[in-house]
């Protein structure tokens, strides 16, 4: 019956943490049942966080500070946890969770722990796909379990998951089982020149993502909601023979708590010539971005005789876009913002030699009202100001919002179960760098402003994402008194 119910070593896994986020919180507590060709075992422990519970911690679990201050710390137990963990398939409920708090334990001590995981939550949803909710209370009302010592202590929660691993076992067709086990864990074969850890590392987050080729050439680069679910998909049966595969030699990615930062992560992956160490082995959000383009330019009003406005071209380079009025249109070159120009001009009647389009003796026709195209502003049939106020409108749609702050800002953006937190620091439309915790943004706050040029890219997320009221906006204080 073993051998039925685990075809590979598993371990089922449940920890009590002292809060929910990777980056703060600590396990409080372990709990595991190996099964295997020679049964099931259980082993569980305590474990000193080294820094104090709450009291809503405490209620939850009813774990308190007396209980584990006085048992091994993560770093004394993690030669064991290790060796019972290794060489298994790690089952958890929701185990991103789990196992993003294991990782990211072992990281501390400097350990690159890698497993394949499976998450009881997908499979339930795989297999009971009539049913909405699969949360570990609503599974055991449904499948008429009960708990074998106190919910949220950790052997006990992991008895649950071994007894519903069981259940379904009898209420299913174990090549049912293993079918969808197969398509969650997702273990396609990879061609022979990608590192095989890929398939443990890829996480099931956020993020952005990059192929790149032998000689280091960026391949691909694109931003995804699931980041393991959208890079594995390349791996498919059917896509494993194109050009991009065969071509592939690297993959790297960035996590990130949500879309804001993984499109800004895809910006940095998109337009790095040569990859740097990837996020996952670097511990820090990168905050490199590319310079704009010295060429990078935008019409700005310039206020002639009265009520008379004509579009005159600014460079990036000589002032700041992110702090000047009456901008519209960001381009990547002169000629680029002409063609954008001409193109409006003769969607709206608007006079070619009054918008420096073309020039002209006085009093002659443009070119366009010799097309009929123009109200004939140029022979004084329109009114300049008139005209200005019909360019005005044409214009309204491309105008670049000047920065709405007194100071820079931090863009709080949480993942959905709340464990991640980024806090995107931002400055004139400038990333200045993306932190997971105060200790960290301050430190980087008291390296001062950015030294990056405005980026029209990264202007156009960020206030896409302010405009949406998508993410919580907080406040700074400004760099520089005025």
């Known amino acids: 019956m073993t051998a039925l119910l685990a075809p590979e070593p598993l371990v089922f896994v449940d920890l009590e943490t002292s809060g929910a986020n990777f980056a703060n919180d600590r396990i409080i507590e372990i709990g595991l049942i ?35 201050c006085s048992a091994a710390t993560f770093r004394e137990l993690a030669p064991t946890l290790l060796d019972r963990l290794r060489g298994r398939l790690l089952i958890a409920h929701n185990a991103r969770f789990d196992y993003g708090f294991l990782k990211g334990e072992f990281s501390r001590i400097g350990v690159d722990f890698r497993a394949p995981k499976l998450c009881t939550v997908k499979l339930s949803r795989k297999l009971f796909p009539q049913h909405h909710r699969h949360n570990l209370d609503t599974l055991m009302a449904r499948h008429g379990l009960s708990v074998a010592g106190t919910r949220h202590r950790a052997l006990a929660d992991a008895r649950l998951l071994w007894d519903l691993w069981q259940c ?21 074969e990879l061609p022979p020149q990608i590192d095989p850890t890929l398939l443990d590392d890829l996480p099931e987050a956020a993020g952005a993502y990059a192929f790149y080729g032998e000689d280091g050439r960026l391949l691909l680069s694109r931003h995804s909601s699931n980041l393991r679910q959208q890079v594995l998909a390349h791996f498919s049966v059917d896509k494993r023979e194109s050009t991009l595969i065969r071509d592939t030699w690297r993959i790297d990615w960035r996590e990130a708590a949500g879309e804001l930062g993984a499109r800004l992560h895809a910006i940095d992956l998109a337009r790095s010539g040569s990859p740097a160490a990837p996020e996952r082995a670097a511990g820090r959000a990168s905050s490199r971005l590319p310079v704009a383009a010295s060429q990078l330019c935008s019409w700005q009003l310039e206020k002639g005789t009265e009520g008379d406005f004509r579009p005159l071209l600014v460079l990036a380079d000589d002032i700041d876009f992110a702090l000047t009025d009456d901008l519209f249109g960001l381009y990547p070159s002169r000629r680029e913002a002409l063609r954008s120009l001409r193109t409006l001009a003769d969607a709206h009647r608007l006079c070619h030699k009054q918008l420096g389009l073309e020039e ?17 502003v140029c022979i004084g049939k329109e009114a300049p100001a008139l005209h200005s106020a019909r360019l005005m409108t044409a214009l309204a ?43 960290a943004l301050q430190a980087r706050l008291a390296d001062g402003p950015s030294g990056h040029s405005f980026d029209p890219d990264i202007y156009r997320i960020i206030n896409r994402f302010l405009q949406a009221g998508r993410v919580q906006v907080r406040p700074l204080p400004p760099f520089f008194s005025p």
């Open 34 to 68: 190996e099964v295997d060709e020679n049964g099931a075992r259980e082993w569980s422990t305590l474990v000193n966080p080294e820094t104090p519970l709450s009291s809503f911690i405490t209620g939850l679990t009813g774990i308190d500070d007396a209980m584990v």
């Open 168 to 188: 379904w076992h009898q209420e299913l067709p174990a090549a049912t089982i293993r079918s969808a086990v197969a398509v969650i864990v997702g273990r396609p």
């Open 360 to 376: 002209g003796s006085r009093g002659a026709a443009c070119t366009a009202y010799r097309q009929k195209n123009c109200r004939g």
């Open 397 to 439: 749609r491309l105008k670049v919002r000047v920065w709405p702050f007194r100071g820079p800002v931090v863009l709080i953006e949480r993942d959905e179960f709340g464990m991640r937190e980024d806090l995107h620091l931002i400055d004139r439309w400038r990333l200045v760098g993306t932190e997971h915790c105060e200790e």
